[in-house]
């Protein structure tokens, strides 16, 4: 059940409407939990491009993630070192401006984009850094779009292999714990 506040702000609305729209237009198949990796492929599929995940160690400063589109393949580019799940929304959001289409202009230097990504030609990543951020309609779209998809996703499945110090591993495990049905009740 949905409740509908009579005085609903019009714009809120509209996006909400807009991203609903998206979502269902992807054909997702219903009542399933995909994972990141499924999604992906299934975009890949629909578009006839595919979708490389890329983590990587993105400077101080930068966005936690970033599209990029190239003739051949889309990319989405995220911090490496970000907790799993906020990984996950990075990447959706990210996912979100591919789905919404969204177009970027320039911002960066061309040395700046060099020193970012080294491999990619400069002005892409200048088109592709100089989103409007914060409270823009793409951002919210995209957001918007990413936390839909989110529900029809499961837990984050890629690997991770992170140190943890001996006196932290009984904490860590708990608390991996809550995210994995697995582990539940495993300790009662």
Not at 49 to 72: E, H, M
Not at 124 to 153: D, F, K, N
Request: net charge negative.
């Amino acid at each position: 059940m949905r409740w509908r506040h009579k005085d609903a702000d019009p714009q809120a609305t509209r996006l909400r409407e807009q991203c609903e729209r998206r979502v269902d237009a992807l054909g997702l198949p219903a009542h399933t939990k995909l994972s990141v990796d499924d999604l992906c492929a299934h975009l890949s599929r629909s578009s006839g491009r595919p979708i490389q995940l890329l983590p990587c160690p993105l400077p101080l400063g930068s966005p936690d993630g970033l599209w990029v589109s190239t003739a051949n393949t889309e990319y989405v580019v995220y911090e490496q070192r970000l907790a799993p799940v906020h990984q996950q929304q990075v990447i959706l959001h990210e996912l979100g401006h591919l789905i919404c289409d969204h177009e970027s202009s320039p911002v960066l230097t061309p040395e700046a984009s060099r020193l970012l990504l080294p491999s990619l030609d400069p002005a892409l990543i200048r088109r592709t850094l100089g989103r409007e951020h914060a409270r823009s309609w793409a951002e919210t779209e995209a957001e918007y779009v990413g936390s839909l998809i989110g529900r029809r996703i499961g837990s984050w499945t890629a690997d991770h292999v992170r140190p943890v110090p001996p006196e932290m591993q009984e904490l860590v495990s708990r608390l991996g714990a809550l995210d994995n049905p697995a582990f539940r009740g495993s300790n009662e």
